[in-house]
């Protein structure tokens, strides 16, 4: 890794059920000047955080250097400086880097049919061709938790009662809190699943099932 990218390994955090037949996902964070790639749409942060049998074990993530002014917007809302941007390493080198990080396992993303094009987009300009197979927590959410009156990460964090406190705006921050979303999504499916294993073909197979055929989490009284 270089300088400007981060490897984190965790022995335990994140853990919830031992033994639930989860692997081979990395939950998927950007922060990006909000445009779609046609209109010149570029990544400025990363972050990738795996998740194996029900816990996170490691994250990745990196500033990168689109060759691009960073919007003000970022700035206020992620702490990012136009300096840290120019200092970083070059979007080529950056999208490499998280790639072998990723490796064959499946991208999970909120709302992933952008961040698909994004990502994409971005593998592209880096000449790697491998486009991931994308799960998507925002169709999940809306099957597991139809009662919900909103399905963003803040608001699905908070049906779960997971902790935000110190939580900034960072691609990592916010992949981890993907992912600890994400990781709840698998255990409340291995509750009303009990025969299935909650693995990628399950989840897909979940994702794309019309909501009156799918089971759901309960509406709290």
Request: net charge neutral; glycine share 8%; proline share 7%.
């Amino acid at each position: 890794m270089s300088a400007h990218g981060v490897f984190r390994i965790f022995a335990d955090d994140g853990a919830l059920s031992p033994g639930l037949p989860m692997s081979g996902f990395v939950v998927l964070h950007m922060e990006s000047n909000g445009l779609a790639p046609a209109r010149g749409g570029r990544v400025f942060e990363a972050a990738l955080v795996r998740v194996e049998n029900g816990r996170i074990t490691q994250t990745c993530h990196h500033l990168m250097n689109p060759g691009l002014p960073l919007p003000p917007f970022l700035t206020t809302l992620t702490g990012i400086t136009p300096s840290m941007v120019r200092e970083a390493p070059l979007s080529a080198e950056a999208m490499a880097e998280l790639q072998s990080f990723l490796g064959d396992s499946v991208l999970v993303a909120h709302n992933a049919s952008l961040d698909r094009q994004v990502w994409q987009h971005e593998m592209e300009l880096a000449g790697l061709g491998r486009i991931p197979d994308f799960l998507c927590t925002l169709r999940l959410a809306r099957r597991l938790y139809p009662w919900s009156d909103s399905q963003k990460i803040p608001a699905l964090a908070q049906l779960q009662g997971i902790n935000r406190l110190g939580l900034h705006k960072r691609a990592l921050d916010m992949a981890q809190l993907k992912a600890q979303v994400f990781l709840r999504m698998q255990k409340d499916l291995a509750l009303l699943y009990p025969d299935e294993a909650i693995d990628a073909l399950f989840l897909d197979r979940y994702q794309k099932t019309g909501r009156a055929l799918t089971r759901a989490v309960p509406e709290p009284s």
